[in-house]
């Protein structure tokens, strides 16, 4: 969860920090940024191609890319080397990541079927739903306290939703 005040900003030998941004928010921008290209290059994918890309389709495609810039990370890190030894130091990881991996798939297939089927906007906008009921039930179940400006974070999601349902196509 976002905490300001927690994060520390990565800072320099003499004490500056990279512009001002706390690692936190530099996340938060690049995760907002990701967010807006991916929905553009899904909504031109589907506009452009004579052929409309179903759900597995594009999601096959996505998960080929992943195992391709995951497994060049892993040779040039040599990470590789290191999680055989530790799958095989501890072998019931295995399970672990296997019924993980199953629950991703099954989330993936309902996230690309909602993109291909209903548009990548419908998509973000019932993700970010899903987050938000997440972090109420975080509250509410656990309770887990948010700041004030937590609160109006929450609250301004809550209002763009419903300002999207009320005058969005």
């Not at 597995?56 to 055989?84: A, D, P, R, V």
């Not at 509250?139 to 939703?161: E, H, M, R, T, Y």
Request: with cysteine.
């Amino acid at each position: 969860m976002y905490k300001p005040g927690k994060a520390s900003a990565v800072t320099h030998d003499d004490g500056s920090s990279i512009m001002g941004i706390g690692v936190g928010e530099l996340l938060l921008i690049m995760s907002l940024s990701m967010d807006g290209l991916t929905g553009a290059v899904q909504e031109r994918l589907r506009s452009a191609a004579a052929n409309k890309p179903n759900s597995s389709e594009m999601m096959k495609t996505m998960n080929l890319f992943g195992i391709g810039y995951t497994f060049i990370g892993l040779m040039l890190t040599g990470e590789l080397y290191y999680f055989i030894q530790f799958t095989a130091r501890h072998p019931g990881v295995l399970w672990k990541i296997l019924t993980f991996s199953v629950a991703s798939a099954l989330g993936q297939f309902f996230i690309f079927v909602m993109v291909s089927d209903f548009g990548p906007l419908p998509c973000s906008v019932v993700t970010t739903t899903r987050k938000f009921f997440t972090v109420l039930a975080s509250v509410l179940l656990f309770g887990n306290v948010l700041s004030s400006l937590q609160w109006g974070g929450a609250a301004l999601v809550f209002i763009g939703l419903a300002l999207d349902s009320i005058y969005g196509k």
